[in-house]
């Protein structure tokens, strides 16, 4: 009911976005003219501006948030960023929406997952920041997430962190059942028959199908590229041969009963994951902090591995969540939302408070940090978890878009995906009305979908 | 609205017969006094857990630490105890809100019983139909509506939707034509009152079980509003509890997750308190001033 509800209001919110999004396409391009300056003028113009000092609000839902904006308040006193704490991905988007087609309301600065940021490109919600010289920082950033964020002839946003997809596994159920730690997707479906043969109240894994930004990062690892976004015209193939093969694997997860079907983020799930009910997760780089916070039980019994390949070849994986912080066009001063957003985002003072708090970092330097490789994770019994995770950093598969209106895709993935896992029905089918679905509603709303 | 009926035939059938016993009454009267009670009674134990225990333990009785006292400390200084300024703005949207809104319905409700005027036809039908839309439906139209006035994110977006309230006007309408004889209001006139004058010092007397009903409809109503704080408000320092809960309770989704399910549940338990306080001692009140209008015939 709840989460009907949600989802309702996300797919409304995104109706009046892209209906705005094509009226600002036709309209003509009338921002980011300036471009200009070059970079070190660039530079220049930002620190007179977070010198000069005003006020500026961020909305976010990172939990180190708050500290990082003090320490840059402390660092520029002139400079008062009025916090604004949104909850979380949904409400932020929602909120962020409304402020868009309302034209007024939006803040400053504002965080954004890397697979809605497109719709707010395209919609005009989010500013180039090439004219701020942003071009410079591109080196500072993991490939995949710098892909995420220049786009589209511009840059939107600066990374915060990433999610390179990695296998976390409960050592202590894999020992107990005797399970061998999977390098292939087969050796991971020959996991999940015999732990649920052996206890059937012990699954591999939970997905329920409802997840769309888990079905399609699992695609993406598949070496799947489903969506192709060019301006307004827009591929989308969920036939394609990635694709169809992560289909046919978790075909047989399903169709076998093998995966359980709490939903995650839940006080059951994380009871589950403290306990080892749910035996491992494919799962973004960000997950030992939310393991350490909801699953206090299972401290020691975790274990972080590379994703299962396909072939039991080169590792890839792909990302899953992440986010970036944006400046809004609606912006009253975006000299200083983007020095705000330069510092946030790329200098040491504010990353190293974001790692404290358990993040895991989009920034090059830091991801080699000897201190980052070498630290041993209590929780996961002193293994140096950050090794593993910076490979799967570094192994993602590039090429992947999203689609420009990803939120609303995946606010209707459950209708058709989870409709096949609580039937135990082929995957592919529910793809194809998946896609079947885009297409129209891609069409409806202006762009032009698979002609 | 059926316990005062109830009370009042039980006290007239003293006087005739003794009051028949019906064990089936009494059995299904204490089911549904279990099914109203018992997700009381698993906020007020879980309300006692901790967050670990919370998770592991059966859900209706006490497990791990007695952690009522360390829950309700940490609910209200979390974050700087942004709890007390939720409850502080849902105090603020009841009284502004669910006051205004009782006042309005009182003062249209009556002059539409009352008084003769061109076109009450009309009003009826318009109050009937306002009655007939969910509040829920009219929130996004509202929003617009307000983000175009530049109301949106301020307590304006909350208060001034809440003060119309339909059903309680039709109420009050249908309380008033009753409750205040005609006779009595012509009286006043030939004793040289003025309108106002009758209205509040007689009117206003033998309207208050009306109002006091159309006041608590309103408050749960107000108190319990959701939707529209949700997309009206973007500052949590404006949100009401309803708003500031659910946040507190998506805290434990996604990247940078910080379950705190304790808090959730415990700011739920001294979210309904005040409620429950409010229901108790209004319906106190609403049950004397009906009993005290059946004395009178």
Redesign the interface.
């Known amino acids: 009911m709840k989460a009907h509800m949600k989802r309702a209001?996300v797919a409304?919110a995104a109706v009046l976005a892209i209906g705005l999004a094509l009226s600002a396409c036709s309209s003509g391009n009338d921002s980011g003219s300036k471009s200009t300056d070059d970079s070190t003028q660039a530079a220049a113009s930002i620190d007179a501006a977070l010198q000069k000092g005003g006020t500026i609000t961020y909305?976010t839902?990172?939990?180190?948030a708050k500290d990082q904006v003090a320490a840059f308040e402390k660092a520029y006193p002139n400079v008062k960023v009025n916090l604004?704490?949104?909850?979380?991905?949904?409400?932020n988007n929602?909120?962020l929406q409304?402020?868009i087609?309302?034209?007024?309301?939006a803040?400053d600065v504002v965080q954004i997952e890397y697979q809605s940021l497109p719709q707010f490109i395209l919609s005009k919600g989010v500013e180039d920041l090439t004219k701020y010289g942003f071009g410079d920082l591109k080196d500072l950033y993991t490939a995949s997430t710098w892909g995420s964020v220049a786009q589209q002839d511009g840059i939107w946003a600066l990374p915060q962190?990433s999610?390179p997809m990695a296998l976390f596994f409960n050592k202590k159920t894999f020992d107990k059942f005797g399970l061998t730690v999977p390098k292939t997707w087969d050796q991971y479906i020959a996991d999940a028959k015999k732990l649920h043969a052996a206890d059937p109240s012990y699954y591999i894994t939970n997905d329920s199908g409802t997840d769309a930004g888990f079905g399609t990062s699992m695609i993406w690892q598949a070496g799947g590229r489903p969506f192709k976004a060019d301006g307004s015209n827009v591929t989308v193939n969920l036939q394609d041969d990635g694709t169809k093969k992560w289909a046919d694997t978790w075909n047989q997860l399903v169709q076998g009963g093998l995966m359980s079907q709490i939903s995650?983020?839940?006080?059951e799930w994380?009871?589950a994951l403290?306990?080892g009910k749910i035996a491992s997760l494919p799962i973004?780089a960000?997950m030992p902090?939310?393991l350490e916070?909801?699953a206090?039980?299972g401290s020691g019994d975790w274990r972080v591995a590379p994703m299962p390949t396909y072939d039991g070849g080169t590792a890839v994986t792909s990302e899953n969540?992440?986010?970036s912080e944006a400046v809004t066009a609606q912006s009253k001063n975006k000299e200083l939302a983007a020095g705000f957003l330069k510092w946030l985002n790329s200098s040491e003072d504010s990353i190293s408070v974001f790692l404290k708090?358990?993040?895991f970092p989009s920034t090059v330097k830091d991801l080699n940090a000897d201190s980052f490789l070498d630290y041993k994770s209590d929780y996961f019994g002193g293994q140096q978890i950050n090794k593993v995770l910076v490979d799967a950093a570094n192994s993602v598969g590039t090429g992947w878009q999203y689609l420009p209106w990803q939120s609303y895709a995946n606010s209707i993935y459950a209708d058709y995906v989870g409709k096949a896992y609580s039937g135990k029905s082929d995957i592919n089918a529910a793809l194809q009305q998946w896609q079947d679905a885009n297409v129209k509603y891609g069409n409806e709303q202006g762009f032009t979908v698979n002609k | 609205m059926t316990a005062p009926a109830l009370d009042r035939t039980s006290h007239q059938a003293k006087g005739l017969m003794a009051p028949r016993k019906s064990p089936l009454l009494t059995i299904v009267m204490a089911l549904m006094v279990i099914y109203a009670l018992l997700p009381l009674a698993w906020l007020l134990i879980s309300s006692t857990k901790s967050q670990?225990s919370?998770?592991?333990s059966f859900g209706l009785w006490f497990s791990g630490p007695f952690s009522f006292f360390s829950n309700i400390k940490d609910t209200l200084t979390y974050d700087d105890s942004i709890f007390l300024r939720w409850f502080g703005n849902t105090l603020l949207y009841v009284v502004a809100g669910a006051g205004g809104a009782t006042l309005l319905a009182t003062l249209a409700g009556y002059g539409l019983a009352k008084y003769t005027l061109p076109g009450k036809r009309a009003v009826f039908a318009t109050v009937l139909g306002a009655i007939a839309v969910p509040g829920t439906a009219l929130a996004?139209p509202t929003?617009?509506l307000f983000?175009?006035m530049?109301l949106?994110?301020t307590i304006w977006a909350i208060i001034i939707p809440s003060l119309i309230s339909p059903f309680g006007l039709y109420l009050v309408w249908v309380y008033a034509v009753d409750a205040v004889p005609t006779e009595l209001l012509e009286a006043a006139r030939v004793d040289g009152a003025g309108e106002l004058r009758t209205f509040f010092t007689i009117s206003i007397k033998l309207l208050t079980p009306g109002i006091v009903t159309v006041a608590l409809f309103s408050v749960v109503a107000v108190w319990n509003n959701y939707f529209l704080p949700?997309?009206m408000l973007?500052?949590?320092k404006l949100f009401p509890l309803t708003i500031g809960l659910?946040?507190w309770n998506?805290?434990?989704?996604?990247?940078?997750?910080?379950?705190i399910?304790n808090l959730v549940i415990t700011g739920s338990l001294l979210t309904i308190i005040p409620i429950v306080v409010i229901f108790l001692l209004l319906q106190r009140f609403w049950q004397s001033g009906l009993s005290a209008g059946s004395v009178k015939q």
Do not use: E, H, M, R
């Open positions: 209001t409304s909305w839902w990172t939990p180190s604004v704490n949104t909850g979380s991905a949904n409400d929602l909120k409304n402020a087609s309302a034209g007024s309301g803040p962190d999610g995650g983020w839940t006080d994380y009871s403290a306990d973004g960000w902090g939310v916070s909801g206090k039980g969540g992440g986010s708090s358990g993040g | 670990d919370l998770f592991g996004v929003f617009l983000s175009k530049g949106t994110n949700l997309i973007n500052d949590p659910t946040q998506q805290q434990a989704t996604g990247v940078g997750s910080n379950p399910f």
